[in-house]
């Protein structure tokens, strides 16, 4: 059998069908470790194919295809299935979100949808292969502590044993048809940091009776870049930003305290734990220096995420294989973050993109934007792909 060009027909041939199981989780969106009819569906499909289901983390859900001698080796494939908390923009679509505030804005609607078609395909095809493949359905990716952290923490990785990993996420910077790959360092870790400045409000006629915490933030945020200007070597990818300043006092009124929360990324494990004790030390001088207090809170997230080398570089080329050299892109680093890292620091893994953008469908709004919304036909290179690359992977 040509199984390149089966799985190629078969992934054009359940398009249709995939398109109407996306459209219906978009439709019904859930929570980072709520989704209960997310994973309900996920085990009505994989039911349907003959395959038994696990539940790890309380709405993961975890499937084995297993092809001759199933023992030889596993690759496990991965997509995500939560939602934010974004509200959609009512653009006249068909298939918004009906519960309002809830939004797949990430595109993970797309990877579980993808997962299931890879899973009709590769059921079918058990016999051409030998080895598993684990079918790894995550919740909880866009909440700390992540749910791949939970899942490998209850056994995802085990029993039997992954040798692999493979997760796909879609990209509206690619066009649909075309995907990308990274070697190496690719992802950034992710830390949020929640900071109170307490000092003494009063009457904004009168700051010399006060100790104003509003100048003493504003001092603090421009203090704080000094640690990513000048404190980090220049080698090291580093972001610190803050997205939330809150000063609830009036034109006339200076508050007690100011609540500022932002994030921290890099790409050095030994940087990253540098930074937090630079920010801290600080943070604290610096306040305490103008009369105030600090509460610095940084909660510690996800790792930085790392492809393996030469699995990554395997991939890549059989992704040209499948989908033709030019439709195959290099992708450079991203301070983004996604706790697919987690699965990267246990295991061989590669963490591929997949081109969502089309003009003519206005398909080109970021990820996490009200507006955001993929072209349904990267379904096909959806799952046809991630098929292809896990037989590919167990035929070595």
């Given at each position: 059998?040509?199984?390149?060009?089966?799985?190629?027909?078969?992934?054009?041939?359940?398009?249709?069908?995939?398109?109407?199981?996306?459209?219906?989780?978009?439709?019904?969106?859930?929570?980072?470790?709520?989704?209960?009819?997310?994973?309900?569906?996920?085990?009505?499909?994989?039911?349907?194919?003959?395959?038994?289901?696990?539940?790890?983390?309380?709405?993961?859900?975890?499937?084995?295809?297993?092809?001759?001698?199933?023992?030889?080796?596993?690759?496990?494939?991965?997509?995500?299935?939560?939602?934010?908390?974004?509200?959609?923009?009512?653009?006249?679509?068909?298939?918004?979100?009906?519960?309002?505030?809830?939004?797949?804005?990430?595109?993970?609607?797309?990877?579980?949808?993808?997962?299931?078609?890879?899973?009709?395909?590769?059921?079918?095809?058990?016999?051409?292969?030998?080895?598993?493949i684990k079918l790894v359905f995550q919740p909880g990716e866009e909440r700390l502590p992540g749910g791949a952290s939970l899942m490998i923490a209850e056994g995802v990785l085990q029993n039997p044993k992954v040798d692999v990993m493979i997760g796909q996420h879609v990209m509206p910077g690619i066009e649909t048809g075309k995907t990308g790959f990274r070697p190496g360092l690719y992802m950034a870790s992710t830390d949020e940091i929640y900071v109170k400045v307490t000092g003494k409000g009063g009457h904004g006629a009168m700051p010399h009776f006060n100790i104003d915490p509003v100048l003493i933030s504003a001092h603090l945020i421009v203090a704080l870049q000094q640690i990513v200007s000048r404190a980090a070597n220049p080698a090291i990818p580093s972001v610190l930003s803050f997205g939330k300043v809150i000063a609830q006092g009036a034109t006339n009124v200076i508050p007690n305290e100011v609540i500022i929360e932002g994030t921290f990324r890099t790409l050095d494990e030994n940087w990253r734990a540098e930074a937090h004790q630079k920010m801290l030390t600080l943070a604290k001088g610096l306040v305490e220096g103008m009369g105030g207090t600090v509460d610095f809170d940084i909660k510690r997230g996800y790792p930085f995420l790392k492809n393996n080398e030469d699995l990554t570089e395997r991939l890549q080329s059989e992704a040209k294989s499948f989908l033709g050299e030019q439709n195959v892109e290099p992708l450079g680093i991203w301070m983004a973050a996604e706790d697919f890292s987690y699965f990267t620091q246990e295991v061989p893994s590669c963490f591929y993109r997949l081109g969502t953008r089309n003009e003519a469908k206005k398909t080109t709004f970021s990820v996490h934007h009200p507006s955001f919304d993929v072209d349904e036909d990267a379904l096909e290179q959806g799952c046809g792909l991630l098929a292809y690359l896990a037989i590919s992977e167990l035929q070595r």
């Open positions: 059998m040509d199984v390149k060009k089966h799985i190629q027909d078969r992934a054009a041939s359940i398009l249709p069908a995939l398109v109407d199981i996306r459209r219906h989780i978009h439709q019904n969106p859930e929570l980072s470790f709520q989704e209960h009819e997310t994973a309900a569906l996920v085990e009505k499909e994989l039911h349907a194919l003959g395959l038994k289901t696990q539940r790890l983390a309380n709405t993961g859900v975890v499937a084995i295809i297993e092809g001759k001698n199933p023992s030889k080796k596993v690759v496990g494939l991965r997509a995500d299935m939560d939602a934010l908390p974004i509200v959609e923009v009512n653009d006249g679509r068909v298939y918004r979100s009906k519960k309002e505030g809830v939004m797949h804005a990430c595109g993970h609607d797309v990877h579980t949808t993808s997962l299931l078609g890879a899973a009709r395909i590769l059921t079918e095809l058990k016999d051409e292969f030998e080895g598993s």
